[in-house]
């Protein structure tokens, strides 16, 4: 109890010495009145920041619904185009979108890319206001940013985080692996998929697409790791939706096959595209693929994960089990992704 005592007695004298010390420099330093506290003008300076971002910013960030569920989307032109991701959109032919005044305008599909999980719908409306992309290039570890969109249904929510890492091969499931992502410790809950993850330029540089799961957590979202697709592979893919209704320059490697599950022993071959990379090397229907590249494959997802570390043009030893048991290994020289 006494040296409680004393610590507090310390600090009461402390406390009246400093408050001495501070009378003493305002009386001397400006006779108009106290000093400004840097620490506190640095924080309300970012906080007006932080709302003006929000305000300029949050009008060109959308909720779509569909018959089966919501999600969020990007003012992509002024025509009306808005880039959301494919899995908000997959499986739906009636598409609503809700603008941030809560105006609602019912969309159309005009392309949707599956590998890279992008989506692009239009609506006839006018007044829009596009949001403007950032060069994801230029995005560093550390970086502030904040997610726009409607989590679990809550319309223009928004979190604040950090760029926490760049990421590459990031599984998505069901055979699909981006090939680079922005981690973030913004949150990022179901609905904010296709929104947009945004700097203090107010410019977006990437779409929040999943969260990371933590086993521990009985599959719950674990907190603080959430990923974004870069907004350089938004652009890039977009724009070839919009002008194309399909894409033809992705910069991703294509196999020229499809693959299935074995149960862990490699990767069988479904399908093999006529005149294809795989055609060409001689692979077959019921082939087992073990090893691209020298990295051993376990299943579908696993092909996935190794193409997309690949490039177009790009000559792979691929390791196959024939369907009579024999063995072998083919070069293949990978095609584009369409």
Known sequence: MSKLRKLADY???????????????????????????????????????????VQDVGPSVVLVQTPVGLGSGIIFDAQGDIVTNNHVVAG?????????????????????YAPDDLAVIRIQASGLRPATFANSSNLQVGDIVMAIGNPLGLQSSVSEGIVSAMRTAIPEGSGVTLPSAIQTTAAINPGNSGGALIDL??????????????????????????????????????????????????????????VGNTGGTGAVVTTVKSGGPAALAGIKVGDIITAIGGQSVTGAQAVADVLVTLKPGQQVMINVTHSDGTKGSVSVTLAELQ
């Open 11 to 53: 600090g009461v004298g402390m406390a009246a010495a400093m408050l001495a010390a501070v009378l003493l420099a305002a009386c001397g330093a400006n006779a108009a009145g106290p000093a400004a506290n840097p620490a506190t003008s640095s924080s309300f300076k970012l906080q007006s920041e932080y709302v003006k971002l």
């Open 201 to 258: 330029n107010e410019q977006v540089v990437g779409i929040p697409t999943l969260a990371a799961t933590d086993p521990q957590l009985g599959g719950g979202a674990a907190p603080g790791i959430g990923f974004a697709i870069p907004s350089n592979t938004i652009t890039l893919i977009a724009k070839q939706l919009i002008a194309n209704g399909s894409v033809t320059n992705s910069g991703r490697a294509a196999l020229g096959a499809q």
């Open 92 to 112: 739906s032919t009636s598409f609503l979108v809700v603008l941030s005044n809560g105006k609602q305008y019912p969309a159309t599909l005009v392309g949707s």
